[in-house]
Nanobody, 124 residues
Framework: QVQLVESGGGLVHEGGSLRLSCAASGRTFSRLLMGWFRQAPGKEREFVSAIDWVGTSTAYAGSVKGRFTISRDNAKNTMYLQMNSLKPEDTAVYYC?????????????????WGQGTQVTVSS
């Protein structure tokens, strides 16, 4: 089992930036597929970004591509999401997720370890 703790959320004006972090413990971090997902009020949880365990393969939802950057530091057991040019529609609870059962997936159902989430609010 993997314990995941997100941090870095907050309130920011439209056009601003935030950097989310996800600290992992409990299992070999470097072998984990990691991802970020988000859930806005009244909406279903959706994929944001994913990164493979090496850190060389990444994927982004179309709505964030070019604005968000995912990365990981296996030595620090930490994954990051740099979010730039934030928009009000980015407002959501952002969740960190991990899995060792598959080497690559953007499907929510593929991830079996989840953090508690961190709130990101973008004001217009």
């Amino acid at each position: 089992q993997v314990q995941l703790v997100e941090s870095g959320g907050g309130l920011v004006h439209e056009g601003g930036s935030l950097r989310l972090s996800c600290a992992a413990s409990g299992r070999t971090f470097s072998r984990l597929l990691m991802g970020w997902f988000r859930q806005a009020p009244g909406k279903e949880r959706e994929f944001v970004s994913a990164i493979d365990w090496v850190g060389t393969s990444t994927a982004y939802a179309g709505s964030v591509k070019g604005r968000f950057t995912i990365s990981r530091d296996n030595a620090k057991n930490t994954m990051y999401l740099q979010m730039n040019s934030l928009k009000p529609e980015d407002t959501a609870v952002y969740y960190c997720a991990a899995t060792k059962t598959t080497s690559w997936s953007t499907r929510i159902s593929a991830y079996d370890n989840w953090g508690q989430g961190t709130q990101v609010t973008v004001s217009s």
